[in-house]
């Protein structure tokens, strides 16, 4: 098992930044994929971003690319989520997820990751 938790939301207002973190536990030499997924109330699950664990491979969606960066410290395990320019429509809980599976590529459909974090709330006011 992969316990995953999150840290860092809060209210930001619109324009300004949040650096999200997500620590890893348990097995987690298991996991080839680490990222973000986000949640509006009323909204599906959305991919917003991840990486390859063992390699240099991102993948954002369109919506934050530019914007938002991901990165990872091995060491630490531990994923980041650097979100600049944050616009209103970003509002919503942010879930890390890392994917229990052989590499074989960034999923971005949220069924293909297998382990979850409890989410942390980003609030950006206009």
């Known amino acids: 098992q992969v316990q995953l938790v999150e840290s860092g939301g809060g209210l930001v207002q619109a324009g300004g930044s949040l650096r999200l973190s997500c620590a890893a536990s348990?097995?987690?030499?298991?996991?080839?994929?680490r990222g973000w997924f986000r949640q509006a109330p009323g909204k599906e699950r959305e991919f917003v971003a991840a990486?390859?664990?063992?390699?240099?491979?991102?993948h954002y969606a369109d919506s934050v690319k530019g914007r938002f960066t991901i990165s990872r410290d091995n060491a630490k395990n531990t994923v980041y989520l650097q979100m600049n320019s944050l616009k209103p429509e970003d509002t919503a809980v942010y879930y890390c997820?890392?994917?229990?599976?052989?590499?074989?590529?960034?999923?971005?459909?949220?069924?293909?990751?297998?382990?979850w974090g409890q989410g942390t709330q980003v609030t950006v006011s206009s």
């Open positions: 348990g097995r987690t030499f298991s996991t080839s994929v």
């Open positions: 990486l390859s664990w063992s390699g240099g491979s991102t």
């Open positions: 997820a890392a994917d229990g599976r052989l590499w074989a590529g960034i999923p971005v459909e949220h069924y293909n990751y297998d382990y």
